[in-house]
């Protein structure tokens, strides 16, 4: 069990806004572009810090990973 909680914790996106974008990359990497689902409060974690979190993220990270996405492909709709 131990070495499936240290998987989990290892997939989640937490740290520094850099350690934050390396993980990032790595998944790029690994899969190409990525989506991802945010959570900045865990365990009744004061409110004030998750929104600290949540606005440091996006001052910090969404700006670089906005960056890296690919342009959205023309499609036709079908008729």
Same mark, same amino acid.
């Given at each position: %069990? $131990?070495?499936?909680? !240290?998987? @989990?914790?290892? *997939? *989640?996106?937490?740290?520094t &806004?850099?350690q934050i974008?390396r993980?990032? $990359?790595?998944r !790029? /990497? /690994?899969v +190409?572009?990525? +989506?991802? %689902?945010?959570?900045f409060r @865990?365990?009744?974690s004061?409110f004030? =810090?998750?929104e600290?979190s949540?606005? %440091?993220? #996006?001052? $910090? =990270?969404l &700006?670089?990973? !906005?960056?890296?996405q690919s342009?959205? $492909?023309q499609r *036709?709709? #079908?008729e």
């Amino acid at each position: %069990l $131990e070495d499936v909680v !240290r998987a @989990y914790v290892d *997939q *989640q996106l937490w740290g520094t &806004p850099d350690q934050i974008l390396r993980k990032l $990359e790595a998944r !790029r /990497a /690994a899969v +190409g572009d990525v +989506g991802v %689902l945010c959570a900045f409060r @865990y365990g009744g974690s004061p409110f004030e =810090v998750s929104e600290r979190s949540m606005r %440091l993220f #996006a001052a $910090e =990270v969404l &700006p670089v990973a !906005r960056a890296w996405q690919s342009p959205p $492909e023309q499609r *036709q709709a #079908a008729e």
